[in-house]
């Protein structure tokens, strides 16, 4: 099995399940974040990343639904590590901090917080709620903040069932090529 056929894998499989209370799975999710992101002219890099950025959410050894009953699964963290083994940190350092770049914006930005869906208001919860000013100085000092922070607004964005995206194979020619200079 090809690098990229192991995540279409599973894309289709545990991504095929319910995305933690949104009306899209979380493989229709993922694939609209990817398509918000090539529709705004992101680089490919950060078009893979928002592709990826849930996938600790079903690849780890704890998964979305113990992050639904209040265990904070760290996903962003298992994904980055497990997508590292393929993707350079162009891809890997978005992914690992888009729940961080969540949590910035919900100290920075006023009614950001009002806009997050009730499964995202709940998981920021569980995921150590806004940022401190201190926390934040220092994630707007790391060098993938404004990426993750593009992504974190895409991710929002893709939980509509009407929007449709692309399926997994019309992203694979480009995770085949960043693959293959990692």
């Known amino acids: 099995m090809s690098r990229v056929d192991e995540i279409a894998t599973l894309f289709a499989s545990e991504g095929a399940a319910d995305y933690l209370g949104e009306a899209v799975s979380q493989a229709e999710h993922m694939r609209q974040t990817g398509w918000l992101a090539k529709s705004a002219g992101a680089p490919n890099a950060l078009i893979a990343a928002a592709l990826l950025h849930d996938v600790g959410h079903f690849q780890g050894a704890i998964t979305g639904r113990e992050l639904m009953e209040g265990v904070d699964n760290r996903h962003s963290e298992s994904g980055a590590r497990w997508l ?21 914006l919900c100290l920075t930005e006023p009614g950001y917080l009002a806009e997050l869906s ?7 919860s569980v995921q150590g709620g806004p940022m401190d000013e201190i926390e934040a100085r220092g994630f707007e000092d790391l060098s993938w903040a404004a990426d993750a922070l593009a992504l974190r607004r895409w991710d929002e964005q893709a939980k509509d069932p009407e929007a449709g995206a692309p399926g997994f194979e019309a992203f694979r020619p480009l995770l085949e090529r960043l693959m293959g200079r990692a």
């Open 118 to 124: 009730v499964a995202s208001r709940y998981t920021l």
């Open 84 to 104: 590292g083994q393929w993707f350079d940190a162009d891809v890997t350092e978005p992914v690992r901090l888009h729940v961080a770049a969540k949590r910035y």
